[in-house]
């Protein structure tokens, strides 16, 4: 990897590096922007097996000239997505609805140690920082077109933008809000048990479909379970959703002294899908060590991804759940305008606010429209959806309801804020 130049008259500082930091690193440098990642973590790393990458994110992986390495790394010899179904999992397991994908409807699952591994073969190591939490960020006294970050351990670096990829519990958003970090995240009432079953052993175990084809979703009251291959098909990420009841988000609280991450007995996941289908059975009695995730989002939605010179993407902004399986996705759209819109020919060092002014303006209702999406499409799976709870109340409901996700113009957006750039 030939170190990183830079020809822009500012300079950037992401904090966090997990996909969405990484990506808009890459990204900037890419633009010709000085850019350094500051990371909590001793190393980049990703926690949860695997992670689904819809076609706009595959577009953005492609247009940041990662694919081909994301593409090796994950295994998949098959772009394109043959499946893409949803059944009842309860004992009939009758096919309720198949997604018929186009063409080009690129996608794939990937281990995410894999993905990371992979966009790290274009980024600039002597760029990361390591054991740097973030605590604090305010303009420079001497002169406001300077940020000053400050971290734990006390020391303090500058730069003139500063994006917050920190995740869900993002300290740079509640540096933008005022508010603490917990009063923008809202727990779901749904806990996800997640793990990686070997294809081998589920056949074994009686699942007849073909789980190696694609995506499936088994569906059911108050619970669903979303499966897809990973490695090549020879392993199955599988993700198992508990719904404690109807409430709307952001009424149940997370009971409390309960971890977001645990790892959870197999009889607990087991006790919860009784009397589910002898298929949805046979694949969790193969998910042999679960680890159970409380399912937060940032709720309610942000009224701003930016404050001056600094600007959020990811979940630090945006946190989603994971029912359409777009978080990553919409976050690889925010890397991507975002240094789009700062490695702008008009974009420089005395106008930066009014370029994130631009970003939210673009970004802000197209992320914050798939999260409403994405709510809606889990009380579908869990058989709250509008039309009822048969063939054809579920193919209602779920007609198109990857298309707003997954054939987004992004390029139209990143046009739309380059005119707007250049009339400042
Ligand atoms: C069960 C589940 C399944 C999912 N499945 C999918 C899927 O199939 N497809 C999809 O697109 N999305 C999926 N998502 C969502 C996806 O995982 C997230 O949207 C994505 O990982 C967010 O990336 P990020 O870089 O914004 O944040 P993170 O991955 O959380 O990275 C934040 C980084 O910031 C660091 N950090 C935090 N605070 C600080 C600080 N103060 N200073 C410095 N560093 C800091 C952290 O250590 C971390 O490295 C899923 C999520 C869940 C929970």
Known sequence: MTPWRATKDFTVAVVGGGVCGLACAIALAKEGVHVDVYETTTKFKEIGAGIGLGPNAVRVLRELGVWEDVHAASGEADLNMRVFRYISGLSDHEIFYDNILASEDHGLGIARFSLIDALLKHFDISRAHFNKRCINVSPSAANPSVQILTFTDGTTREANVVIGADGIKSTI???????????????????????LVQLREAKAAGVKVDLAAGFWCFMGPEKHIVTFPIQGGNTI?????????????????????????????????????????????????????????????VHPHLPS??????????????????????????????????????????TNVGNLERVLRIYDGLRRP?????????????????????????????????????????????QDDIQEGYKQIRAL
């Not at 970090?181 to 048990?193: L, Q, R």
């Not at 197999?266 to 680890?291: F, N, R, T």
């Not at 058989?383 to 779920?398: I, M, Q, S, W, Y």
Request: net charge positive.
């Open 366 to 410: 197209r992320s914050q429209n798939i999260w409403d999406r994405s709510l809606r499409a889990g009380q579908v799976y869990e058989a709250l959806g509008e039309h009822g709870f048969n063939t054809d109340g579920v193919r209602k409901d779920l007609a198109g309801i990857f298309i707003p996700v997954w054939h987004h113009k992004l």
């Open 237 to 297: 990420n599988v993700v198992a959703f508990v719904t404690n009841g109807p409430e709307p988000i952001g009424l149940a609280k997370l009971p409390h002294g309960e971890p977001w991450v645990k790892t959870t007995p197999q009889s607990e996941l087991l006790e919860a899908y009784d009397g589910w289908g002898h298929q949805v059975k046979g694949l969790l009695k193969c998910l042999h060590k679960p680890s159970k995730w409380s399912i937060c989002a």
């Open 173 to 195: 958003r509640s540096i933008i809000t005022g508010r603490s970090v917990d009063a923008d995240v809202a727990w779901s009432n749904t806990a996800a048990y997640r793990g």
């Open 305 to 346: 991804y930016v404050k001056g010179n600094v600007a959020l993407i990811g979940d630090a902004a945006h946190a989603m759940l994971t029912h359409l399986g777009g978080g990553a996705g919409q976050g690889l759209e925010d890397a991507l305008l975002l240094a789009r819109l700062l490695g702008a020919p008009g």
